[in-house]
């Protein structure tokens, strides 16, 4: 039986979760209850079944595009990245520069490393095991194993997403390629916009928080409005720009908060220091009105001792 192992809380142990989304609700320390197999399974096949069958589009676009079948499901095969796949088929069907949309294509797929590194932690595997796990890091399956409260059911979502997803995505790639002639004019079918759409279903209720969502929505602005004006891929890639210049941004703002509140403690500071100010000008008063007092009590106090004095002078004169 398969180790069932809960992902420490601490996000600096390897294997870590975090308990709540960035940016989310929730204290830091909540534990999530395990997850069956069962749904952990139905949710991977649903993934993989719909993800999968998105080959079809590529083979119809590939071929169209001028690669021959062979090309096409040698590059199901080894590139198996739905997004690279189509950047490069999209270049090449664009009349760019073999060498230009493999570097496109190359660049796209440097994402998965990224994932390569977070899912390494969670899964764990056998370094075996390793080298033909990381073929199937892609979107779809990290998409599936980040959210899974065990090691076990992470391994579960993985391990069924990939495969389903691999299986079933050359399979249908096979079958659109040989079905690209019977289709006629591919372009006219809009097939190349089917494994985007199903990346951006999986992608939406993963940004949670403002940033996530305004990086997303200035990615889409760029590569939009870039798109009439350079070349097939070029657009996707510069559109990752909008990530440091959201980060740029946020720090201009909050340094321009932190500056305003430094003022408002500089002003309060000044407006301390007035109040202490004429405080001591109030207590020095104070101190200058008693010496007066003092003086006059003592005035008083000469005058009637002279008195006293005077009044004998002329009791003994009298006697």
């Given at each position: 039986?398969?180790?069932?192992?809960?992902?420490?809380?601490?996000?600096?142990?390897?294997?870590?979760?975090?308990?709540?989304?960035?940016?989310?609700?929730?204290?830091?320390?909540?534990?999530?209850?395990?997850?069956?197999?069962?749904?952990?399974?139905?949710?991977?096949?649903?993934?993989?079944?719909?993800?999968?069958?998105?080959?079809?589009?590529?083979?119809?676009?590939?071929?169209?595009?001028?690669?021959?079948?062979?090309?096409?499901?040698?590059?199901?095969?080894?590139?198996?990245?739905?997004?690279?796949?189509?950047?490069?088929?999209?270049?090449?069907?664009?009349?760019?520069?073999?060498?230009?949309?493999?570097?496109?294509?190359?660049?796209?797929?440097?994402?998965?490393?990224?994932?390569?590194?977070?899912?390494?932690?969670?899964?764990?595997?056998?370094?075996?095991?390793?080298?033909?796990?990381?073929?199937?890091?892609?979107?779809?399956?990290?998409?599936?194993?980040?959210?899974?409260?065990?090691?076990?059911?992470?391994?579960?979502?993985?391990?069924?997403?990939?495969?389903?997803?691999?299986?079933?995505?050359?399979?249908?790639?096979?079958?659109?390629?040989?079905?690209?002639?019977?289709?006629?004019?591919?372009?006219?079918?809009?097939?190349?916009?089917?494994?985007?759409?199903?990346?951006?279903?999986?992608?939406?209720?993963?940004?949670?928080?403002?940033?996530?969502?305004?990086?997303?929505?200035?990615?889409?602005?760029?590569?939009?409005?870039?798109?009439?004006?350079?070349?097939?891929?070029?657009?996707?890639?510069?559109?990752?720009?909008?990530?440091?210049?959201?980060?740029?941004?946020?720090?201009?703002?909050?340094?321009?908060?932190?500056?305003?509140?430094?003022?408002q403690g500089r002003g309060d500071s000044g407006g301390h220091g007035n109040r202490e100010s004429h405080g001591a000008d109030e207590d020095r008063e104070d101190y200058g009105a008693d010496e007066d007092r003092r003086a006059d009590e003592d005035r008083r106090?000469?005058?009637?001792?002279?008195?006293?004095?005077?009044?004998?002078?002329?009791?003994?004169?009298?006697?």
């Open positions: 039986m398969a180790e069932q192992t809960t992902f420490p809380e601490s996000t600096g142990t390897p294997g870590a979760l975090p308990a709540g989304p960035p940016g989310g609700p929730g204290p830091a320390t909540e534990e999530r209850p395990d997850k069956p197999d069962a749904a952990v399974v139905r949710d991977a096949l649903g993934v993989g079944v719909a993800v999968g069958l998105s080959g079809f589009a590529f083979g119809v676009t590939s071929a169209g595009s001028g690669l021959s079948l062979l090309q096409t499901c040698v590059l199901s095969l080894l590139v198996f990245t739905g997004a690279s796949q189509f950047a490069l088929v999209g270049a090449l069907a664009a009349g760019g520069n073999p060498y230009t949309a493999a570097a496109g294509a190359f660049f796209l797929g440097i994402r998965n490393a990224f994932y390569g590194l977070r899912l390494s932690q969670l899964l764990d595997l056998p370094r075996a095991v390793r080298p033909f796990a990381a073929h199937w890091v892609i979107d779809e399956s990290t998409a599936v194993t980040l959210p899974q409260p065990t090691r076990r059911a992470a391994r579960i979502g993985f391990t069924v997403t990939g495969l389903t997803l691999y299986v079933l995505w050359n399979l249908t790639t096979l079958v659109g390629a040989l079905g690209a002639e019977a289709l006629g004019d591919t372009d006219a079918w809009g097939l190349d916009a089917a494994s985007p759409a199903v990346f951006l279903a999986l992608l939406a209720p993963m940004l949670r928080s403002t940033v996530e969502r305004v990086t997303a929505a200035l990615a889409v602005v760029l590569a939009l409005t870039l798109l009439p004006v350079l070349p097939a891929g070029v657009p996707v890639l510069l559109s990752a720009l909008a990530a440091p210049v959201v980060l740029f941004l946020m720090g201009r703002a909050k340094g321009s908060s932190a500056g305003g509140g430094g003022d106090a000469d005058e009637d001792r002279g008195n006293v004095a005077e009044r004998k002078k002329r009791g003994e004169r009298s006697v």
